[in-house]
C-alpha cells in the first residue's frame, strides 16, 4: 500500500483515532444458553426479593426487549440528533414492559447494575485482530485515541477494557448512555474530539455501520471514514448513499492505511508554495461587498400591520364554549372569553419569566390550553381543552389581533424572486399555521422559501437556534444574509448574535422610534427603515 494509491483523505497522519467498541476494537457474540441463564438468575433475585416470577417469562420478556429494542435502534438512526434511552426507558419499558409491579419496579430499580451485567451474560467479546498492534503504533506516533460507542452500559464497556489491561490506552470515552445522545448524532464524536483537544478535521473516526458511524462521522465532519467490517457493515438497515474512505476486513488492515500516511509538515513542504492561500483568501474577502443571497423576514410588523380587532378573542371564546358544549360540560355564555382573558393573563407572565430567564421557549398548544386554562375550569373541561388544544390554537390566533399586508412588502418579495434571493420567514408566534394563512390570504406565499415558526421550532427569538435554523434552510452563511424585524431586542440583536450581516428594522411595528435609534447606535441594527419597499434601495 502506497501514499498515492490512498484517497487524499487518507494521506496525512490523523491527530486522533476515535474507534467504535463493539465491530472495531471488539467483536461480540451471542452465548446461545446466555439469555435463559440471565432470566434463570434474575428469577432467583426477584423471589428473594418477595416478587416471584418464572424463569420462562422473564427469558421472553428479554428476548421480546431485544427485539424492540432492535426496531428502535433502526429508527433512531434515521433521526439527525438521536437521543438515547434512559435506564428506566431500557429496564421498564423495553423489556420488562409485560410484567406487573412490584417485579417491574424492582427490576428497573437494578437498572444500571442489570445492564451492565447483562452485556457479558448474553454475548461474548473477543478483541480484534490488530487491535494491540494497532494501539501501540498510535502511542508511539503522537496520535491520540478515544472511544466513542452507542452503549446502554459503558459501564460494561469500561469493565471489559480494564480486564483486557486496556483502560488507560484511551484519552477519552463516550458512550451513549452516559451522554444522553447517541450516533448519528455529531456531538458523539465532537465531545471526544474536543476532550482529546483536536480538530474533528484532523481525525480519523472508525466504525462498522454505515447508519450509526458513516453518517455520524459525516455530519461531524471527520477528516475521514473508515469501517472495519462486521457482520453489520454489509446489511444497513435502510439504504445510505456515501460510501467511506476505507473499509478494512480488520484492525491490521487499518494499520496497514496508517502507517502509509505522511505527517502533515512532510506533505506541506510537498505541495505546490507558488500560491499562498491565505493571501488568496484575504484578497478575495476584500474584492467588494458580500452580497446578499438570503432574506430573513418577521411576519407581524413588517408583512402584515397588525390592528386589535373591537372584540379581542371573541372568535377563540366562542371556539371554547363550542367544544365544552360538545363534551356535555358546558360553561355559560361568556365565559369562555373569561377563560381566555384569564389564560392569556398567564401566558404573558409565563414569557416575561422566559425573558427574565433568557431561555425564550415558546408556549406550545398544550401548555396554552392545559396549564394556562387550568384554574378557571373543572377538570373535566382542563381534560377537554386539552383534547382540542391544536385546534383550538388557529382560532385564538385569528381573533387575538387582525393583519393587513404592509406597503412595499409585495415588492419586496418580488424582487426576490426574480433576483433568485431565497425569502425565509422568521417568525414568534403561538401558531404557525395562522402566519402561513395570512401570507398566502395576501397571495404571497409562493414568494416564501421556508418557514420559520417559534411554536414549530419550540424557541423563540432571539434565541440564536431559530436564525441558524433559517441560515441552513437558506444554504448561505451568516454575513450573506440579511434579517428584517420590527423587534430590536428579538429580531436585530438575535441576528447580530449569530454573524448576520445587515439587519434591517422597520418602524411601525412594536419598536419605538427610540428604541430603533438606540438599536443604531449600539449596532444592533444596521438601518432603519419606514416601511418594508424602501428595503430594495438597501439590497440593491
Known amino acids: 500500500m502506497t501514499l498515492t494509491s490512498l484517497p487524499a483523505a487518507l494521506r496525512r497522519t490523523p491527530r486522533a483515532l476515535l474507534l467504535d467498541f463493539g465491530g472495531v476494537i471488539i467483536l461480540t457474540a451471542k452465548r446461545p444458553e446466555g439469555r435463559r441463564e440471565f432470566a434463570q438468575a434474575l428469577s432467583h433475585r426477584l423471589e428473594e426479593a418477595g416478587a416471584p416470577v418464572a424463569a420462562e417469562r422473564l427469558e421472553q420478556c428479554l428476548a421480546a426487549g431485544a427485539a424492540g429494542l432492535k426496531h428502535w435502534k433502526h429508527s433512531s438512526s434515521r433521526r439527525r440528533e ?32 442489570l445492564l451492565d451485567e447483562m452485556s457479558t451474560a448474553l454475548t461474548d467479546h473477543n478483541l480484534r485482530d490488530g487491535v494491540p498492534e494497532l494501539i501501540s503504533y498510535a502511542q508511539q506516533n503522537g496520535i491520540a485515541l478515544g472511544i466513542v ?142 452580497p446578499v443571497r438570503a432574506l430573513l423576514l418577521d411576519h407581524g410588523g413588517v408583512i402584515s400591520d397588525t390592528v386589535k380587532p373591537q372584540q379581542p378573542f371573541a372568535e377563540a ?20 372569553l373569561e377563560i381566555i382573558e384569564a389564560a392569556h393573563q398567564r401566558y404573558k407572565e409565563y414569557k416575561d419569566a422566559q425573558e427574565a430567564q433568557g431561555t425564550y421557549k415558546e408556549v406550545t398548544p398544550r401548555l396554552y390550553w392545559g396549564e394556562f386554562t387550568k384554574e378557571s375550569v373543572t377538570p373535566q373541561q382542563t381534560e377537554v381543552l386539552l383534547a ?23 415588492d419586496l418579495l418580488l424582487h426576490c424572486k426574480e433576483a433568485g434571493i431565497p425569502v425565509i420567514i422568521v417568525s414568534n408566534t403561538i401558531c404557525g399555521r395562522g402566519v402561513r394563512s395570512i401570507i398566502a390570504g395576501y397571495g404571497l406565499d409562493h414568494l416564501v422559501a421556508g418557514w ?76 432603519v427603515v419606514d416601511h418594508p419597499g424602501q428595503i430594495l434601495a438597501l439590497l440593491n
Open 149 to 290: 460507542s452507542n452503549a446502554h452500559s459503558g459501564r460494561s464497556h469500561r469493565r471489559l477494557l480494564t480486564a483486557l489491561g486496556l483502560d488507560g490506552v484511551f484519552g477519552t470515552q463516550i458512550y451513549s448512555d452516559e451522554a444522553g445522545i447517541r450516533k448519528p448524532h455529531p456531538d458523539m464524536l465532537g465531545r471526544a474530539a474536543r476532550g482529546l483537544g483536536v480538530d474533528l478535521k484532523d481525525a480519523w473516526y472508525v466504525g462498522d455501520t454505515m447508519d450509526r458511524d458513516l453518517v455520524a462521522g459525516r455530519r461531524a465532519g471527520v477528516g475521514a471514514v473508515i469501517l472495519t467490517r462486521s457482520q453489520h457493515t454489509d446489511n444497513p438497515p435502510f439504504p445510505i448513499d456515501d460510501t467511506a474512505e476505507a473499509v478494512v476486513d480488520n484492525p491490521a488492515e487499518l494499520l496497514q492505511l496508517l502507517q502509509a500516511t505522511e505527517p502533515a509538515e512532510v506533505l506541506a513542504a510537498e505541495s505546490d508554495p507558488a500560491v499562498d492561500q491565505d493571501d488568496a483568501a484575504g484578497t478575495a474577502a476584500s474584492s467588494g461587498a458580500v
Open 452 to 527: 420559520v415558526c417559534s411554536d414549530e421550532l419550540g424557541l423563540k427569538k432571539p434565541h440564536p437556534d431559530i436564525f441558524r435554523y433559517a441560515l441552513r434552510m437558506a444554504s448561505v452563511a451568516p454575513e450573506e444574509a440579511v434579517m428584517v424585524g420590527d423587534k430590536p431586542f428579538n429580531d436585530a440583536m438575535g441576528a447580530q448574535q449569530v454573524g448576520i450581516g445587515r439587519r434591517i428594522l422597520t418602524r411601525g411595528g412594536s419598536g419605538t422610534d427610540a428604541e430603533l435609534q438606540q438599536a443604531l447606535e449600539t449596532g444592533w441594527a444596521t438601518s
Open 317 to 336: 371564546a366562542e371556539a371554547v364554549e363550542q367544544a365544552l358544549l360538545r363534551a356535555g360540560c358546558p360553561v355559560a355564555e361568556g365565559r369562555g
Open 82 to 113: 438521536p437521543r438515547e434511552l434512559t435506564v428506566a426507558e431500557i429496564i421498564g419499558d423495553f423489556y420488562f414492559s409485560d410484567l406487573e409491579d412490584p417485579a417491574r419496579a424492582l427490576l428497573t430499580g437494578w437498572g444500571a447494575e
Open 388 to 410: 382540542e388544544a391544536e385546534s383550538l390554537q388557529m382560532p385564538l390566533y385569528r381573533s387575538k389581533s387582525h393583519k393587513r399586508e404592509r406597503e412595499g412588502i409585495r
